[in-house]
């Protein structure tokens, strides 16, 4: 009896979300058994609208190019997902012969996984449903880290340091530059790995803490005391004591939330307040879609998480997660294993309290140690023969 597998990506896209579908086709195409291997066409509404991409006759030579393109090669899509269309869509799977599902993304997508699988154990459906971990944010629960955050924090950590490098040679003003990340300060805080060139932030404002405005005025104002130029990086998502954010989301919906300018924001205020050169930087979209920063690590795990769960749906496998557990930092190496999906379900992991430094505005040593090694190769090296750097 033929036997298909369906692939789903959900939630925003990363630099190395297509490297977790090259896995898992490769995976699917070298077991022989599957007649059809299927991506839905912009996710689960692709699903629910019978939107099928084959892709188990896709040349090596063009399947190959995923590895070097961002985004994602079938599409995805954040659509809120009822009861009744997780009935739908196994009425769907059973009319397509699709015995596995490979749901692909972040928590939200975990979630739908999870309940996907519920409804076809309900049904008592032989349909297989596993998850690949996918986020920039690096907020899944469980796993040491997730696919997709190695190559944003590449990328933030390498234009921090050529932000600063660029601050230094004209030290006249407070530059802020704001990184993504809603609730979980990842990817803000490896900004700090610039510094171990010597070109780091001076001040790094997390999600984890609660922003207060004359704080950071004053860490502000200290930092001119020794140079006057500085480099400040801050979440988009930071709110204050009360939890209201810092700047009102310009929009929102139930998953997906259009943060306010953050970054312009906190560069007004020290306008302001200070009456200080200030102005905002705001990398954005650009975060999740290098290429040319994408991280080597990133990608072999990404597409690792892909093959793995592919393997693990066709041996018999449901309900349950890649995730990756840590063995050592120095040499880094890290063991896949499987987690119940019901251990990941929106639950959101945020930073510890360890790695984050005593007066919220900046990390600790065993955050860049735990960082590092997720970045690939070190960053480059960079040299300055001029020592001013604006001190009064």
């Known amino acids: ?22 896995g898992a086709v490769k995976e699917a195409k070298k077991s022989g058994k599957l ?20 892709l188990g006759n896709i040349p090596e030579e063009k399947l190959k190019l995923l590895l070097q393109t961002p985004g994602t090669a079938i599409g995805t899509s954040r659509d809120p997902i009822w009861q009744e ?22 928590n939200g997508t975990m979630d739908t996984c999870g ?33 997709g955050f190695g190559s944003a924090a590449r990328y933030i950590a390498a234009c921090t340091e050529e932000l600063c490098a660029d601050v230094r040679s004209l ?79 310009v929009f929102k919906t139930e998953r997906a939330t259009y943060f306010g ?8 205020l020290v306008i302001q307040k200070l009456g200080y050169k200030a102005r905002g930087e705001k990398p954005g979209l650009l975060g999740r879609a290098s290429i040319g920063l994408q991280s080597p690590v990133d990608c072999q795990e990404a597409q690792l998480a892909g093959e793995k769960a592919c393997r693990a749906a066709l041996q018999g496998e449901s309900g349950k997660m890649v995730a990756f557990r840590r063995v050592s930092e120095a040499p880094y190496k890290v063991e896949d294993f499987l987690v119940d999906i019901d251990e990941v379900m929106m639950y959101e992991r945020t930073m510890p309290e360890e790695f984050i430094n005593e007066k919220g505005n900046g990390v600790t040593q065993a955050f860049l140690d735990w960082c590092r090694p997720l970045i690939g190769e070190e960053l480059p090296d960079m040299v300055s023969f001029n020592s001013f750097m604006g001190k009064k």
Request: contains cysteine; proline residues 5%.
């Open 261 to 268: 300018d953050v970054s312009s924001h906190l560069a007004n």
């Open 1 to 22: 009896m033929a036997e298909n597998l369906l692939i789903v990506h959900g939630g925003g896209p990363t630099a190395v979300l297509n490297a977790s579908l090259y």
């Open 35 to 54: 007649e059809h291997i299927y991506g839905a066409e912009n996710g689960t509404g692709g699903v629910l609208e019978e939107r099928f991409l084959e």
């Open 115 to 147: 309940k996907l699988h519920k409804t076809c154990q309900a049904r008592n459906l032989d349909i297989r449903v596993m998850g690949i971990p996918k986020t920039t944010d690096n907020d899944i629960a469980v796993t040491d880290h997730s696919p």
């Open 171 to 249: 030290p006249i003003h407070v530059v802020v530059m704001e990184a993504s990340g809603r609730n979980a300060g990842w990817i803000t805080a490896a900004s700090a790995l610039a510094g171990e060139k010597g070109y780091g932030p001076d001040l790094i404002y997390l999600p984890e803490r609660p922003f207060d405005e004359e704080q950071f005025i004053k860490d502000v104002e200290e930092k001119l005391k020794e140079k006057s130029g500085i480099v400040v990086v801050a979440s988009e998502g930071l709110t204050d004591k009360e939890g209201k954010p810092v700047v009102k989301p």
């Open 85 to 106: 269309d997780y009935e739908k869509m196994a009425d769907i799977l059973v009319k397509k012969k699709i015995k596995y599902v490979l749901f692909n993304g972040g």
